[in-house]
Structures are given as structure tokens and as C-alpha cells.
């Protein structure tokens, strides 16, 4: 268990790093590479919008990171809930963690990903 929390550390870190690199080097060019998703067949993906929804919400700006993408933020705080669930050791955080990443938990969110990119398109959200 301790070796699976320093894992789930050390990823969080190292994602969390990586976020922040990319939030200054966006910063600083003020440019984010486009979707290619939508560059192909001129539809939004479901994550369209989240790298403008991420950058506002490290400026502190949670409506605005709602505005570009629905989904994002219940998407991190679902993905945080899992990393901190499995960094505690206690039976209860274990098994809110085992309902959380539970196949049928996991195909809900896979089958709300693709609805939000079906609605998305079908009502120009």
C-alpha cells in the first residue's frame, strides 16, 4: 500500500509540474496548440476547450474554465477524489476508491464523455 501511494505521489507531481510548465510556456507564447480532433473533421471532441478551461482555472477563474469546457472541472475533482483516496489507508476511503474506479464507474464516465461530445456538436455548446 505505502509503495502504491508513492507512486500515485510521484504521478501527481509529476503531472502537476508538467501542467504548470505548460500553463507558463502557454503564458509566455500565448499560444496552445489547436485540437486536432477538430482540425480534421470540424467537429469538437469532448476535451475541446480544456486547455483554456485548465489555464483559467489556474488563474483563479472557475466560471470562466466552466464556459470553455463543461466536463473539465467534475472531471479533476473526480480524478483528485481518486488520488487522495488512495493515498489515505482507511478501509473507508478504500472503498469509495474501489466504487470510483469500478468498471461500471468507469463505463458512466467514458459514456458521458462521449454524450457531452455528441451534445456539444449537435447543440454548438
Not at 489547436?34 to 466560471?63: N, Y
Not at 481518486?82 to 461500471?104: D, E, F, Q, Y
Request: glycine content about 10%; overall charge positive.
Amino acid at each position: 500500500m505505502a509503495s502504491d501511494s508513492r507512486q500515485n505521489f510521484l504521478l501527481g507531481a509529476g503531472a502537476a509540474g508538467a501542467l504548470v510548465l505548460y500553463a507558463v510556456v502557454c503564458g509566455i507564447s500565448g499560444r496552445m496548440p489547436p485540437c486536432p480532433f477538430r482540425w480534421l473533421t470540424g467537429l469538437q471532441c469532448p476535451g475541446c476547450g480544456s486547455q483554456r478551461a485548465f489555464r483559467a482555472l489556474l488563474e483563479g477563474h472557475p466560471l470562466e474554465a466552466w464556459s470553455y469546457n463543461l466536463l473539465l472541472p467534475p472531471l479533476l475533482v473526480y480524478l483528485g477524489l481518486i488520488m487522495l483516496l488512495s493515498m489515505l489507508r482507511n478501509p473507508a476511503a478504500g472503498k469509495i476508491h474501489s466504487r470510483l474506479t469500478s468498471p461500471l464507474s468507469v463505463f458512466i464516465l467514458l459514456g458521458t464523455v462521449i454524450l457531452w461530445g455528441i451534445l456539444r456538436n449537435i447543440l454548438h455548446i
